[in-house]
Each structure stands twice: as structure tokens, then as C-alpha cells.
């Protein structure tokens, strides 16, 4: 498993009640003696869309056929969650390192955002 990867996961709820099982986004293997994984969710309801923050993928994308996702989707930046790799049971396929590269500039450029002086 690596960053870039597309993943399903019994992804948590907000108010941390059991998830159901939907694709997420492999950001980050996260350090430490536990073996966490930081995912964002990814959802077919694109209306759910925060523009120029979330990244959305369509069927049209040159990178789309290697995701594994059956239609075009979002990879929700404001849905990250921090899971064990254990509980991940598959692999669906991944993104381009472009893709990941921008998913990147736009987590780091929202960290720099709340830096208080």
C-alpha cells in the first residue's frame, strides 16, 4: 500500500459510528510503531464538491480507468480520516503522481492557512 493508492475502507462516520465500505485515497503512511494509514473518502456524489480544494475524477481523465472507480467521483480533502492499514481489504487501483501531487499542494497550502503568527 502507498500513497496514491485507491483503497476500500469502512470509512468512519463524523460522529464516529461504524462507516459503511467506500473507496478512499491513500495520502499518507503515517510514522510509528502502529501501522495508521491517513485516508480522504472518495464519493460518487459530486455535488458534494468543495471547488479548488476537493479534486474530482472523471470517466473522461487519462487516469481514470486505473482508479477502479465505476464512475466519476470525488476525493473529498475535507474528509480525512486516520485508519488502521489492517482494516483496509482491498486495492482498487490508484491516481497519477500528478494528481497526487496537486491533492498534496492543496493539503499543504490548507496547513499553511490556519498557521497562527
Known sequence: MNPG???LVAFPRVDLVHGKLRPALVIALMPGRHEDVLVAMISSKTHQLIAGFDELI???DS???VTGLKKTSVIRLSR??????NII????GEIHDARMAVIYERLISL????KTS
Not at 80 to 85: G, H, S
Not at 89 to 92: D, R, S, W
Not at 111 to 114: A, G, N, P, R, T
Open 89 to 92: 481489504p482491498a486495492k482498487l
Open 58 to 60: 472523471a470517466e473522461s
Open 80 to 85: 480525512l480520516a486516520t485508519v488502521e492499514r
Open 63 to 65: 487516469d481514470f480507468a
Open 111 to 114: 496547513l499553511e492557512s490556519q
Open 5 to 7: 493508492d485507491i483503497v
